[in-house]
């Protein structure tokens, strides 16, 4: 589990531009499953647009909120929820208790690649629709792995960010680690490097791996971070926070886009 029902992203700089639209929506995945999403918008548009991917809660106010953030920023972006197989399309409507590691462990093991591929891929297809031409994928614990699988040529990204992806095997499903072959999109991974569930190892074969492959690519570890640091109540946290964001707008800036 990442982040907590009450938690908030850290707050950005520069100065917050004007939002144009922040709503929920619903979108159609290829397989005809409504996605639950959350769509930001700017006043004036001056970056990439971006696709949230939530940890393994789903949509929850963190993400609806890091939206806006990016919003704020120039950034059109849309958050998108993982879940509308098994407990239907609008996040709202769950039970309290749906975040919860045991009224949530069911959803998470009927989730599949092809139906995470489904959801990224109706994620993608609405921002292009509003306009967009090119996509970023930021992704953050489960949803910083599905990032890096973001960067595969089929999804048309120009690059992923992932915030402490585990991207190792999980339960013998392969990971970022062993699909780097097939990934090309510019990635830019940020690790907390006291974060007691990605071991230091697990990092450097991932490294090792995008290396190989040739995807350009760019890891930051900030050295006393926990897991799930990029977070407004971390305050001991801000100054590596503070930073994630810059390198984050760097690498939208772009075009060498790793920074």
Known sequence: MCYDADAAPPACTPAPGPVAEAAALTLTAGDGTGVGAFLARPVRV?????????DNRGLSGFYRQTAVRLAEQGHPALAIDYFG???GPDPEKR?????DLPGLLPHLLALTP?????????GVEHLRGTGAAEVVALGFCFGGRQAFRASAPRFGLAGAVGFYGYPDTINGAPGPTQ?????TAPILALWGGADESIAPEVV???DRALGAAGCPHRFVVYPRAPHNFFELGAAEHAEAAADAWQRL???LAGPGRPS
């Open 95 to 99: 039970a309290p208790e749906f975040g």
């Open 249 to 251: 707008l760097a690498f």
């Open 85 to 87: 197989r098994t407990a």
């Open 114 to 122: 092809d139906g995470l591929d489904a959801d990224i891929a109706a």
């Open 179 to 183: 699909l780097a072959s097939g990934l």
């Open 204 to 206: 450097d074969a991932f």
């Open 46 to 54: 001056t970056g990439p647009a971006v696709l949230v991917l939530p």
